[in-house]
C-alpha cells in the first residue's frame, strides 16, 4: 500500500476515533465525483485499501444524499431499499453517513462507517459525532482539495500551450547613443483574458511540475524569429530549464553568437559550478549571458561575482524617474562602473520616457528598452533606428 501523505494520516485518525467510537468495522472518508465513490483514506478491520472506487449512484452514500435512506441505519435489513444494494449484499447490516462540506458550501464527499453487525443503539447523538468528526476532517483536506482544484484549472488552461507555445513577441533593445537597433527581447504574451503577467503563468506551469517545458515551447516560438530579425535575440531562461538535457540541446542548435540568454535576478541558483559547467561549451560557442533584474534584489551582485556575464541589465525599479532621482542616478551609475570593471554591456530596461533616456546614457548606459521606443511588437514591425532625445532634463 502507497505511504499515506500526513494530511491523509489526520484524516486516517478521525476515522479510526470514528470506528472505535461506535463499534463499527469499516469508516472511511469517500470523494463523490458525480460518477464515482472514491474511498480516499480507509481504517478497516478488512483489508480494504485506500483508493477504492465503487458506482457512486449504487453507493450507501448517495442513495442516503438522495433522501432514500436516513443517514443512521441501526439495522440495514429492515429497509428493502438498503438491501438491493451491493454493500448490503457483501454483509453491511448498520451504517451511517454524514456530508463533507468545505468551507464555500460546496460538498466535497462523506464521512461514513458501516458495520457488519446489526446495532440498535445507533442513533442520532452519534450522527452528531460524525458531523464533529467530518468538519474536522474537512479543516484538514481543504487546502489539498484547493490545491487540486488550482492546478485542475491551470492543467485545463496551459495544456494546448504545452507543444505550441506561447505568442512571443520582440522589444526593440536601443543603442542609447545612436538610435540604432542592436537587437530584442522575445517576450512571451498569453491570452488577455487571463489577466496574468507572463512570469505568473509561468511560476503557475510549475506548480503542475510544466515550467520547463512551457519555457522550452517559448525558446522555440522566440528561436523561429531569428531568421526574420537582425542583431541579436535576448531569451529568458531558468536555471532549472537550462540545466535539463533539452534545455541545453535546444540551445545548442540555435546560432549562438546571435542569442543573448537572460538569467533572472529572481530565480535562486543553488550551484554555480553546475550552472558555469553548463554554460561554459555554450558561451565557447559565442553565446553571451546576461543577468536579468539588476538592482531588484540581493542576488545579482552574487550572479555577476559567480557567472561573469556580458551583459547587466537594470531593473525598471531603478530605471523610471532616474532623471529627477538623486540617488537612482547614483545606483545606475555604480551598476555601470561595475559593468565596466567586469567587461559587461549594461542594458536599461523600462524605459518610459525621453528624459530617463537621456540621463541613462549620460550615466555611461550603453543600450536601452522600454516602452518610450516600442513596445513588444512582432518581427516585421521592428524598425532599424528609433527617435532620441539627447537632452537630459
Keep these: 500500500m502507497p505511504q499515506r501523505t500526513e494530511t491523509a494520516e489526520q484524516v486516517a485518525d478521525l476515522l479510526r476515533t470514528a470506528r472505535q467510537s461506535l463499534g463499527m468495522g469499516l469508516a472511511f472518508l469517500s470523494r463523490m465525483d458525480g460518477t464515482v465513490q472514491t474511498l480516499e483514506v480507509v481504517d478497516s478491520e478488512l483489508p480494504l485499501p485506500d483508493g477504492t472506487t465503487r458506482p457512486q449512484a449504487t453507493s450507501f452514500c448517495q442513495v442516503i444524499m438522495d433522501g432514500e435512506l436516513p443517514p443512521v441505519i441501526p439495522d440495514v435489513t429492515g429497509f428493502p431499499a438498503a438491501m438491493r444494494l451491493p454493500g448490503a449484499q457483501l454483509g453491511i447490516r448498520s451504517y451511517i453517513s454524514v456530508p463533507v462540506e468545505l468551507s464555500d458550501g460546496s460538498v466535497y464527499g462523506t464521512f461514513c462507517s458501516a458495520g457488519f453487525q446489526a446495532d440498535p443503539q445507533l442513533a442520532d447523538r452519534d450522527r452528531v459525532l460524525m458531523q464533529v468528526l467530518a468538519h474536522a476532517a474537512a479543516l484538514i483536506i481543504e487546502p489539498d482539495v484547493r490545491r487540486r482544484r488550482r492546478n485542475a484549472g491551470i492543467e485545463q488552461r496551459l495544456r494546448p500551450l504545452m507543444d505550441s507555445g506561447p505568442v512571443v513577441l520582440l522589444q526593440p533593445i536601443i543603442d542609447l547613443a545612436t538610435g540604432r537597433r542592436v537587437g530584442a527581447e522575445a517576450l512571451s504574451r498569453f491570452p488577455r483574458e487571463w489577466n496574468q503577467p507572463p512570469d505568473e503563468v509561468f511560476a503557475d506551469a510549475g506548480l503542475i511540475g510544466e515550467r520547463e517545458s512551457l519555457e522550452l515551447a517559448a525558446l522555440r516560438r522566440a528561436a523561429d524569429h531569428l531568421p526574420d530579425v537582425s542583431g541579436y535575440v535576448a531569451m529568458n531562461i531558468s536555471p532549472a530549464t537550462l540545466f535539463t538535457p533539452a534545455g541545453v540541446q535546444l540551445l545548442s542548435a540555435l546560432p549562438l553568437p546571435r542569442i543573448v540568454l537572460e538569467l533572472s535576478e529572481h530565480d535562486p541558483i543553488h550551484d554555480y559550478d553546475h550552472l558555469t559547467a553548463v554554460l ?114
Excluded: N
Design 280 to 393: 561554459a561549451p555554450l558561451r565557447a560557442r559565442g553565446m553571451r549571458l546576461a543577468i536579468d533584474d539588476v538592482g531588484a534584489g540581493f542576488s545579482s551582485l552574487r550572479h555577476i561575482v559567480a557567472t561573469a556575464p556580458d551583459v547587466i541589465k537594470l531593473d525598471r525599479s531603478i530605471v523610471a524617474g532616474v532623471a529627477g532621482d538623486r540617488v537612482l542616478s547614483v545606483v545606475v551609475h555604480a551598476l555601470v562602473e561595475l559593468a565596466d570593471a567586469v567587461g559587461a554591456t549594461v542594458v536599461a530596461e523600462g524605459i518610459e520616457v525621453a528624459p530617463d533616456a537621456a540621463a541613462l546614457a549620460g550615466l555611461g548606459v550603453g543600450l536601452g528598452q522600454g516602452w518610450h521606443f516600442d513596445r513588444a511588437t512582432t518581427a516585421d514591425q521592428l524598425r532599424d533606428d528609433y527617435q532620441l532625445t539627447t537632452t537630459a532634463v
